[in-house]
């Protein structure tokens, strides 16, 4: 895993979690690394398990020069959809940083400029920088973590397992007991009955 995009700026990786879920926000975190950090375990928050996730968190957090993380709930999901909702949440994540970036890194193919800071998209980034797998392991651990408490107010969808994604369970569960104030109202819900 590449330690920087271009080391000659300082270089802020940026990644979201939660644009397909069903309930809940979207949360992006964005993470400067020094050079020698020494996190040997980084990869994408998807190839390790929550164990290992959690225990990263931590160590990022404590290594990092800056990290944000910021969250964009289901209302404003609803308003100006998933895909802008995501790139607003890595905006917000970079601006609570203590380290202006000169470079952005974000995951994926698209997002919207930040003011006067470049940016270079990367489709699967998270496992290609270890800025971008740092910010993965973030933004998943906040989300999850957000989701957690959210299930002891709503215990009927067992957020605490599916975390707000469309499993059979959760949609079972909307079924029965219909939608919460935490769900997104502009996503599909159910499936389409033929």
Known sequence: MNPFFNPTKIEAGCDEAGRGCLAGPVVAAAVILPLNHGIDAL????????????AL??????????????????????????????????????????????????DGNRFNEYPSINHECIIKGDSLYQSIAAASILAKEARDDFMRALHLKEPVY?????????????????LENGISKHHRKSFRLLPKVE
């Open 43 to 54: 990869n994408d928050s998807k190839q390790l398990t929550e164990k290992k996730r959690q």
């Open 158 to 174: 067992n957020w605490q397992k599916n975390k707000g994604y469309p499993t059979k369970f959760h949609r079972q569960a909307i």
């Open 57 to 106: 968190v931590p160590l990022i957090k404590e290594k990092a020069l800056a990290y944000g993380i910021a969250f964009v709930d289901q209302v404003k999901i609803d308003e100006i959809n998933i895909l802008n909702a995501s790139f607003l949440a890595m905006h917000k994540a970079v601006d609570v940083l203590k380290i202006r970036p000169e470079l952005l890194l974000i």
